[in-house]
């Protein structure tokens, strides 16, 4: 009898605990809502079906104008293309801007992140475009990585390659919370989403200048598979190394620019070095009173110097 009532109190104080654990969750949870037609509706920019989903995107700019395609960077919705988007078509481009899966008003599909998957997606959203001309692609940090693998994949496709504070991939370990999908995503909603939008402070060097950057981030979260798409991202490309792929495309005689912050502290500026020996033929311009994000600190040098580029 002792013993049954022991048992019947242990199992009582696990499913209290449980229930706990749920209700804190549920309290904590930033993802409430679906990403649906409704929401797109009222979003701004378009929307286009691709093959692993709905990608939401921004094209404008003259129909006969040289095509650039902007990147963003690892989970920046495409909105931190602002100044550079609105500067280059008011310079004669006809530029596209697109959110990745998993990612601002893009679907967030419960498949593998891998490369391959941003690469298709790129390359999906171009043919859906109708795009089959070669583009001038430009990456920002994590971008960065995405239209090196697209540049190496599609070398007919890219006339011209710029790099803002890239970051290339790398083989590295995962955590034990990463290896348990749903520890992870109940300590990631308890803990880290909030201070995640946050964060993304950091990539300013005078980041009072910028007192939304939190709340234009935080607006993505609040969409159900925003978590998963991140931890599956990490999951997908722990050993994928990207120096081989980035030592082939700086090969290619296509010219290629790099813009970088000297006071960089998310990727520093001091990586400058190795990726010019892979790629000689690439010009360096070194912004000064910028961190990663150049284009939102120093617009007048970074635009005008990217114009130059994309015209000669």
């Known amino acids: 009898m002792r013993l049954t009532r022991a048992l019947a109190g242990i199992v009582a104080g696990v499913l209290l605990a449980a229930g706990g654990l749920w209700g804190v969750y549920s309290v904590r949870d930033l993802e409430r809502l679906e990403l649906d037609q409704s929401v797109r509706d009222s979003a701004p920019g378009q929307f286009v079906a691709l093959n692993d989903g709905v990608t939401h995107y921004e094209l404008a700019g003259p129909a006969e ?17 602002d100044p550079t988007f609105r500067a280059l078509v008011d310079s004669g481009f006809r530029v596209l801007r697109y ?10 599909p419960d498949i593998p992140f891998t490369q391959d998957l941003y690469v298709r997606q790129l390359a999906e959203l171009l ?3 109708h795009i089959t001309g070669s583009v001038d692609v430009v990456g920002i940090s994590f971008g960065a990585s995405v239209v090196t693998s697209f540049a190496d994949r599609y070398p007919e496709r890219v006339r011209a390659l710029a790099y803002f504070g890239p970051a290339f991939r790398r083989p ?32 300013f060097l005078r980041p009072e200048r910028f007192p939304d950057w939190p709340t234009r981030y935080h607006v993505q979260l609040q969409y159900k598979g925003f978590r998963r798409a991140r931890l599956s ?7 994928v190394d990207q120096w081989d792929q980035l030592t082939r495309v700086g090969r290619d005689p296509r010219p290629v620019l790099v813009i970088w912050g000297k006071q ?6 001091e990586d400058s070095g190795p990726l010019l020996m892979v790629m000689p033929r690439a010009r360096l311009l070194a912004v000064d009173s910028a961190a990663h994000l150049p284009q ?7 635009h005008s110097n990217l114009i130059a580029f994309l015209r000669h």
């Open 233 to 239: 991202e990490m999951v997908s490309n722990e050993t």
């Open 99 to 108: 959110d990745y899966y998993g990612r601002g008003y893009s679907d967030r």
């Open 65 to 81: 104008g040289q095509v650039v395609v902007l990147a963003a960077g690892f989970s920046v919705p495409y909105y931190i293309w």
């Open 127 to 129: 043919n859906a475009l």
């Open 172 to 203: 590295y370990l995962l955590g034990p919370l990463e290896r348990h999908p749903m520890a992870w995503n109940f300590f990631a909603a308890v803990f880290q989403e909030r201070v995640w939008a946050q964060t993304q402070l950091q990539d």
């Open 296 to 302: 939102w600190e120093q617009p007048e040098t970074v």
């Open 264 to 269: 960089d502290r998310t990727v520093p500026f």
